[in-house]
């Protein structure tokens, strides 16, 4: 018996601006993805009984969530500012609660969920003054959770409740200017507050005939 839930998402936001003229020529751009899924696989108030085996699993993955910002000018007085943000709050878990489980053999819990967040911003201003700033931020703060909690009755072979949150981010930064007086200012920055764990709910009572692992 296997209970599943998979969401899969990606995101790609681009925002370009340019700006060529005489004498005076602003040019700014904001890219901005946001990534926010749920992917619960629950079991409660049910009974899985005379199975050889069960596994419960919520997966979650973003392929991509990418954000980029480049800007451009080209004047006598030149001004560019580029900013790029991603945020990713992906919400996976697998839980069994309130239920009846008897089975022969193994019974698994598990949750996976990985993501990637690029920010890129880029910014050129060429002209006699220039001016230029980037900001680039790629943020997660996901939850990621396999739990069992308090149960009718359970019974199994083996018991493994697993929780894996994979995250990566990345922030990338180019600050240019070509003037005769020209200053740049260039900010890259990276977070992760997610929050991965494997439980056993307070006063859960398990009855394992082999082994039991909780990770």
Known sequence: VTIRSGATSAADATAEGIALAGGLAVAGSLGEAKISTTSTSTVGGHALTSAASADVIASSVTTLAKAASPGASCAFIGITATSSKVLNT?????????????????FGVSAINTTSQNANASGNAG?????????????SDTLTTAKI??????????????????DTNVAVVVSGSGGVVAGSAADGHTSSTSVTEALLGTGTALTVASTGKVS
């Open 90 to 106: 992906n919400h996976t878990e697998a839980l069994v609660s309130g239920s009846t489980v008897n089975t022969t053999g193994a």
């Open 149 to 166: 909690g308090a149960m009718d009755s359970f019974n199994s072979g083996d018991v493994n409740v697993t929780a894996n949150g994979t």
């Open 127 to 139: 002209g006699v003054v220039a001016a230029g700033a980037n900001d680039a931020r790629a943020i």
